[in-house]
T-cell receptor, first 113, second 114 residues
Framework: DGGITQSPKYLFRKEGQNVTLSCEQN?????MYWYRQDPGQGLRLIYY???????QKGDIAEGYSVSREKKESFPLTVTSAQKNPTAFYLC????????????FGEGSWLTVV | QKEVEQDPGPLSVPEGAIVSLNCTYS??????FMWYRQYSRKGPELLMY????GNKEDGRFTAQVDKSSKYISLFIRDSQPSDSATYLC??????????????FGKGTKLTVNP
């Protein structure tokens, strides 16, 4: 089935450790995104990539890093520089063919203790 | 004024009720409008997609756009307990440049009671 797969679903890490969240899509979409969702804050864009080997900062990129070496994959690293990393992280993708409608993965819950 | 405003609720209705969910916006350039449904601890799923003004119907769901008032609505007829979720509106000005320009509302939490 076509879709966006995020892993792991739940992740616990100690403060000061880097952690990488995986995102894979088999929709053949060119663009991929990472959002962060906090209660009462809505969705906030962290990074996005419109094409392989290129990515741009979103509204809250500080403390995060990404790579886009393959069309299907867009991993997000939450570094120790991120002040408040505990959140629900959503990966998404879109295609110009579909009117740039965004499709989301199931999300990853990161808890830093 | 925020670009997109959405009442967070919570909204609680009995089963079978007609539900009206709304968003207002300030950017008159917005012309692509979407509604997403998000169940607890899940990713949002696309529910409705409309372009410019007018209505779009899909089963029990109707999306309505009033560009003159900068107001969009999602109506749910014959609401079911399975409709209990958070509903997010989203909109953009253009398909040029990609969906990084998509602006989301903060979501309205809906509970349909059996």
């Amino acid at each position: 089935d076509g879709g966006i797969t995020q892993s792991p679903k739940y992740l616990f890490r100690k403060e000061g450790q880097n952690v990488t969240l995986s995102c894979e899509q088999n929709l053949n979409h060119d663009a991929m995104y990472w959002y962060r969702q906090d209660p009462g804050q809505g969705l906030r864009l962290i990074y996005y990539s419109q094409i392989v080997n290129d990515f741009q900062k979103g509204d809250i990129a500080e403390g995060y890093s990404v790579s886009r070496e393959k069309k299907e994959s867009f991993p997000l690293t939450v570094t120790s520089a991120q002040k408040n990393p505990t959140a629900f992280y959503l990966c998404a993708s879109s295609s110009r063919v579909s009117g740039n409608t965004i499709y989301f993965g199931e999300g990853s819950w990161l808890t830093v203790v | 004024q925020k670009e997109v405003e959405q009442d967070p609720g919570p909204l609680s209705v009995p089963e079978g009720a007609i539900v009206s969910l709304n968003c207002t916006y300030s950017n008159s350039a917005f012309q692509y409008f979407m509604w997403y449904r998000q169940y607890s601890r899940k990713g949002p799923e696309l529910l409705m997609y409309t372009y410019s003004s007018g209505n779009k119907e899909d089963g029990r769901f109707t999306a309505q756009v009033d560009k003159s008032s900068k107001y969009i609505s999602l109506f749910i007829r014959d609401s079911q307990p399975s409709d209990s979720a958070t509903y997010l509106c989203a909109m953009s000005a253009s398909t040029q440049g990609g969906s990084e320009k998509l602006v989301f509302g903060k979501g309205t939490k809906l509970t349909v009671n059996p």
